[in-house]
């Protein structure tokens, strides 16, 4: 049973315009979210995290959205860039009930391809 | 500066062989995790280290599946009779502390293939 789940394998969006990676978790003791982006060949890398305390965190071109209620967050990207097609991994833990990020739990990832 | 280091990079092996995979993290990351990735599926946890504490194995699929980590830096993890189930990405990660402000940060992992 995925406790993480992004339901989109795949977005294609138009260079400029707004990118929106979606994911939804079912573990109500996650309280900590991260997104990692990856390029082939390579290991994951660190993009923006949110705790649960709050509901939006912005990083320039990227925020995330955190939406308890609906066990729900998603990362925008605007304005999405070529170079950002990459895969997106949503990842969550639980810090706060003696969870560590070692323990980090990863979706499957969305493929973003921005065309130019 | 350098990053976390895997080796080999790829490994191509016969089903019932022992395999090894090495990590070298980053100086003076204290946490050290090793993740693998199937095909098609998202990042699995496999173990982690902290210091000097006694490693969380929780995510070791099988007893075929050990890690060490010696001297507080360098992992190896090893796969004993491999299983081509066992083919996937291998990933390992460290952090300066094992705590919400410090990301993991990933090296390029290690490709394995299990004929």
């Known amino acids: 049973d995925q406790q993480v789940k992004q339901n989109s394998p795949s977005l294609s969006v138009q260079e400029g315009r707004i990118s929106i990676l979606n994911c939804d978790y079912t573990n109500s003791m996650f309280d900590y979210f991260l997104w990692y982006k990856k390029y082939p060949a390579e290991g994951p890398t660190f993009l923006i995290s949110?705790?649960?305390?709050?509901d939006k965190n912005e990083d320039g071109r990227f925020t995330v959205f955190l939406n308890k209620s609906a066990k729900h967050l998603s990362l925008h990207i605007v304005p999405s860039q070529p170079g950002d097609s990459a895969v997106y991994f949503c990842a969550a833990c639980a810090k706060g009930m003696g969870g560590s990020q070692g323990n980090l739990i990863f979706g499957k990832g969305t493929k973003l391809s921005v065309k130019p | 500066g350098a990053g976390v280091s895997q080796s080999p990079s790829n490994k191509v092996t016969e089903k019932g062989k022992d395999v090894e995979l090495r990590c070298d993290p980053i100086?003076?990351?204290?946490?050290l995790y090793w993740y693998r990735q199937s095909l098609g599926q998202g990042l699995e946890f496999l173990i982690y280290?902290?210091?000097?504490?006694?490693?969380?194995k929780s995510g070791l699929p099988s007893d075929r599946f050990s890690a060490e980590r010696t001297g507080g830096s360098v992992s190896t993890l090893t796969i004993q009779r491999t299983q081509q189930e066992d083919s996937a990405v291998y990933l390992c990660?460290?952090?300066?502390?094992?705590?919400?402000?410090?990301?993991?940060?990933f090296g390029n992992g290690t490709r394995l293939t299990v004929t």
């Open positions: 280290f902290q210091g000097n504490s006694a490693p969380d």
């Open positions: 100086s003076g990351h204290t946490a």
């Open positions: 949110i705790s649960s305390i709050k």
């Open positions: 990660a460290s952090s300066l502390v094992q705590n919400n402000n410090s990301p993991l940060h």
